[in-house]
C-alpha cells in the first residue's frame, strides 16, 4: 500500500477513530466477520467437543507445560479443533497486524494530539513516565506487541482492536452502555463518586458518567498509554472523567471514599495474588453501603468448565491469557463474599 492511500484524518467511527485507508478498514472488517462465522457462532460447540476430546483421552486439564503439549498432540490429530484453533490464532494476528500498521503511518500524528490533550479538559489526567512498572503487567495480553504497556500508542491499537474482538457489537461503545446501565447503584441512590479499576481506554467510566452526570468520575489503570489515550477519547465526547495511571491493588484514594466502584474485564487479566489485592483494595476505597459490581468471566466448574476447559486452557497457552485460568479457577462468586462484593455479574 502506498502512503497516498491514506488520509490524515478519516472521521469517527462512533467513538473510535476510523483507520487512515478506506482499505485498512474495509479488511478489518471481513475479518470482523469472518471471525464471527468461523468462531464466534461455535464457540460454544468447540469447546464442548475440545472437553470431551481430551476425556476420551483421559487428559485431565492443568495449566502446566506437560499438559499443554499433550493437548496440542490431541488437537493435531483433529482436524476440526486443528483448524478452529489454527484461525483463531492466525486472525487474531493479522487483524492486530493491520491495525497497528496502518494506525502507525500517522504515529507522529497521533504522539502530538495525546501530548496537546495532556492539559485539556474536561476532565483530569495524570501518570509518572517513570512509573515502577511489575513484571506481571509487561506480558503481551491477546498477543498486542509490546502488551498494554510498552507502546504509547497501545491504548488506540486496543480501542480499534476491540471493535472486532468483540465482534462489531461495540460500535459507538454499546457494549459498555449495556453494562452501564446494568450496573446495580447503591441503594440509597448516593451517587456522588464512581471508580472504574483497570479502565484500559475508559469506556465503561465515560458511559457511567453519561448517566450518573453529576457524579466525580475516576478511571485507573497500570498503563500509561491507556489512561493518556482515555483522556483523549473522553474530551472528544465532551466528558468530566478524570483518568490515572494506578495499579489495581495499590489505589491512591482514601478509604470509604466511593459510592461505586466496578471493573470490568480486569480480574482475568492480572494474577491470583494481585487479584485478592485488588477485592481488598476496592473495598478499601468503597463507602459502607455502596456497591462494588464485577463484571468478567464467570467461575468454572465441572458441571460448566467454561473458560476453565478446554478453550481456556488454549487461549492461556497461545492467544496472551495467561492470568485468565487463575481467576476462573477461584470462584470468586463463593470465596470472596466475605469482600463486600455487593453485586457481581459475569459473562
Known sequence: MTQSNYFVDRGMNGNTPALPSRADESFVDYVCEARNTLLHARWKQ?????????????????????????????????????????????????????????????????????????TTGPGSLTYDPDFPMPDYAKVQI???????????LAGLYYDCGTQIFFGGNNAGDAWHRELAERTALPEDGKVDRILEIGCSVGQLACELKKRNTDAEVWATDISAPMVRYGHWRAIQQDLDVNFAQMASEALEFPDNHFDLVTAHILFHEIPRPVIEKTL?????????????????????????????????????ADNGEPYAPGFVTMEVEKNHRGYGLCYSVYW
Open 46 to 118: 468447540m469447546g464442548d467437543h475440545g472437553n470431551e476430546t481430551l476425556k476420551k483421552h483421559d487428559i485431565k486439564i492443568e495449566h502446566s507445560a506437560d499438559c499443554v503439549e499433550q493437548v496440542r498432540d490431541v488437537i493435531a490429530g483433529d482436524m476440526e479443533l486443528a483448524s478452529f484453533m489454527r484461525i483463531k490464532r492466525s486472525y487474531q494476528e493479522i487483524y492486530k497486524d493491520r491495525i497497528i500498521g496502518s494506525i502507525n503511518t500517522q504515529r507522529d500524528d497521533w504522539l502530538r494530539k495525546l501530548d496537546e490533550a495532556e
Open 280 to 316: 481488598a483494595e476496592a473495598l478499601r476505597v468503597l463507602r459502607p453501603g455502596g456497591t462494588f459490581v464485577l463484571w468478567d468471566f464467570s467461575s468454572a466448574s465441572d458441571e460448566k468448565p467454561g473458560y476453565g476447559g478446554f478453550l481456556g486452557l488454549m487461549d492461556s
Open 142 to 152: 491477546h498477543i498486542q506487541p509490546r502488551g498494554y504497556v510498552g507502546d504509547d
